[in-house]
């Protein structure tokens, strides 16, 4: 006899502050809470991952595939550094992203 408490697994939550992560396939990846303050996720594919709740200070995210990521802020890539090949999800501006950068820089809150 079974019982299904697999719907009420929690998931873990990812730690990967610091990695190198160039290029890896994160495609619908969950993400919620994680940590990825200080990676290198240069050319990572992020498409339909779940960023809720990310940390993201500091993530390099020059030409990283954010397309479809799911609940995502401006506020979130703010704070890591993407460059003008980093492909973003629909619903969020990049210079919104870009003006929310500049006033967290200028106000001594970050630095890239």
Do not use: W, Y
């Not at 006899?1 to 290029?23: E, Q």
């Not at 890591?80 to 950068?101: C, M, W």
Request: glycine residues 8%; hydrophobic residues 40%; charged residues 25%.
């Amino acid at each position: 006899m079974t019982t299904s408490s697999t719907s009420a697994r929690a998931v873990p939550k990812v730690d990967i502050h610091g990695a190198f992560v160039r290029r890896v396939n994160l495609a619908d990846a969950i993400l919620r809470d994680a940590n990825l303050s200080g990676a290198d996720a240069t050319g990572a594919l992020f498409r339909g991952a779940d960023f809720a709740g990310a940390k993201l200070v500091g993530t390099v995210l020059r030409g990283a595939d954010l397309t479809d990521a799911r609940n995502l802020t401006a506020e979130q890539l703010a704070e890591a550094i993407i460059d003008e090949s980093t492909r973003l999800p629909s619903n969020i501006n990049r210079a919104e992203v870009i003006r929310l950068s500049s006033r967290s820089s200028s106000s001594g809150e970050r630095s890239k």
